[in-house]
């Protein structure tokens, strides 16, 4: 009888939570337990499907304890496996993550070239040795992008390889989207992944869901390993999804999974007020209440307001006063404050990015329709958001001028198929 475990973790996003270093000193040392479970299990090698990083060149401060840990891995003889997920991926320039691979903390197992719609493509793969694991993947991009990659890959020799057999992915599945999900997310199908895997390694969606592939295996995505917004905060704590990483034991070729939880189940207290036809002072008054009594057991607070105020603005509750009044620091208390408004005011307007974004394009589409076929149809509406994307890129702190728009005038060149600029 052959037994081994492995250890498979997503959407870390070490560096989220911009707004306060509570919350990402919170976030990080989730991930950091989560690590040390996977060595004290005794995991082979760990999965990482995606989003490590909140995006492709975190502060450093955030990425080296994590890369530190990750290290000790690697020194104890556990090996990582990383493919890119939606945050930590940018065409055609260097991240966190290519820098930790180049340095032997981990191996990047998916291709990262972008591929011309519709060609034809052979998944490659790796053997990890000590386990004679077969393991391939299809990094994630961002808007779905990349849901032409599975359609288009060819896994036969893949699937022809003798041995346990396991495919990384950051997408949604759509077979297996929650209810509240499925109206807003677009994701491949389960059909679009390469059949004849024991293990499908899943991403992207902070919601933890198992199932099968298409032809048997089985498929996981753990959830994020403690959560980027209130409504990931909010699952977990209603135990709708899980905060860590799942260990999976493979015995005579058969995996079982156990889910391990990894963020303190009170790091943060969720909390509303409802202020609806108070003036400000009275507001002021029991929205402190509420987070005094939330901050009692100590913790982090992440208050939700809302209601109509009966007289003046939401502007005149000293929020900062609420927040040292009751830790002494304005950052272990993040407020959402959205949904707060003064007298007679209107709420704002319920809009969907995805919606937006998609409208806006298909207008470029239409009006640069005279510049060529190349524009016309949903492949020229693919190529329109990669070329924003690419164009959109922000400038490297320390990156020059000239090189930030030969970059940009390069990536939108590649994308184009069109051959590099030589220089004179």
């Given at each position: ?28 040392e989730s991930v950091l337990k989560a690590l040390e479970v996977v060595e004290e299990r005794g995991a082979e090698f760990l999965l990482v499907s995606g989003d490590l990083f909140h995006t492709p060149v975190p502060d450093p401060a955030e990425v080296a304890p994590v890369a530190s840990a990750l290290k000790r891995l690697v020194d ?120 004849g895997c024991d293990y499908y390694a899943g991403g992207h969606i902070h919601y933890t869901y198992t199932g099968e592939g298409p032809e048997g295996g089985i498929l996981v995505n753990p959830g994020a390993v403690f959560g980027t917004s209130r409504t990931d905060l909010e699952n977990a704590a209603a135990g709708r999804t899980h ?182």
């Amino acid at each position: 009888m052959s037994r081994w475990v492995f250890a498979h973790l997503a959407d870390a996003h070490v560096g989220a939570w911009p707004r306060s270093a509570a919350f990402r000193g919170a976030l990080r040392e989730s991930v950091l337990k989560a690590l040390e479970v996977v060595e004290e299990r005794g995991a082979e090698f760990l999965l990482v499907s995606g989003d490590l990083f909140h995006t492709p060149v975190p502060d450093p401060a955030e990425v080296a304890p994590v890369a530190s840990a990750l290290k000790r891995l690697v020194d104890r003889g556990r090996r990582i496996y990383v493919i890119y997920g939606s945050h930590d991926y940018v065409a055609h320039r260097t991240s966190w993550l290519d820098v930790l691979a180049a340095a032997g903390v981990f191996v990047k197992v998916a291709p990262e070239a972008v591929r011309t719609e519709g060609t034809r493509w052979t998944l490659p793969f790796l053997v990890d040795a000590p386990t004679g694991a077969r393991i391939a993947g299809i990094s994630g991009r961002s808007h779905g992008l990349d849901r032409e990659y599975f359609r288009a890959v060819d896994a036969e020799a893949f699937r022809a390889e003798p041995g346990f057999k396991v495919f990384q992915f950051h997408a949604a599945v759509e077979d297996y989207l929650p209810p509240h999900l499925r109206e807003h997310i677009r994701g491949i199908r389960r059909a679009d992944l390469p059949a004849g895997c024991d293990y499908y390694a899943g991403g992207h969606i902070h919601y933890t869901y198992t199932g099968e592939g298409p032809e048997g295996g089985i498929l996981v995505n753990p959830g994020a390993v403690f959560g980027t917004s209130r409504t990931d905060l909010e699952n977990a704590a209603a135990g709708r999804t899980h905060q860590g990483v799942a260990i999976v034991t493979v015995e005579d070729g058969v995996p079982s999974v156990e889910l391990v939880d990894t963020a303190p189940p009170d790091a943060v207290r969720l909390v509303d007020v409802d202020v609806s036809g108070q003036s400000p002072g009275e507001a002021q008054e029991a929205i402190t209440r509420k987070v005094q009594e939330a901050s009692a057991a100590g913790g982090l607070v992440y208050p939700r307001l809302r209601g109509e105020l009966a007289s003046g603005s939401a502007a005149e509750i000293d929020l900062a006063a609420i927040a040292r009044s009751v830790s002494g620091s304005t950052d272990t208390v993040l407020w959402e404050t959205r949904d707060l408004v003064g007298p007679g005011a209107e709420g704002p307007a319920s809009v969907d990015e995805a919606d937006v974004e998609t409208a806006g394009v298909a207008a470029l589409v239409h009006a640069s329709r005279a510049s060529g076929p190349w524009l016309e149809g949903a492949g020229g509406e693919r190529l329109v958001r990669e070329l924003l994307r690419e164009l959109g890129v922000a400038k490297a702190d320390g990156e020059s001028r000239v090189d930030y728009e030969t970059a940009r005038i390069e990536g939108a060149r590649r994308l184009l198929g069109l051959r590099p600029e030589r220089g004179g």
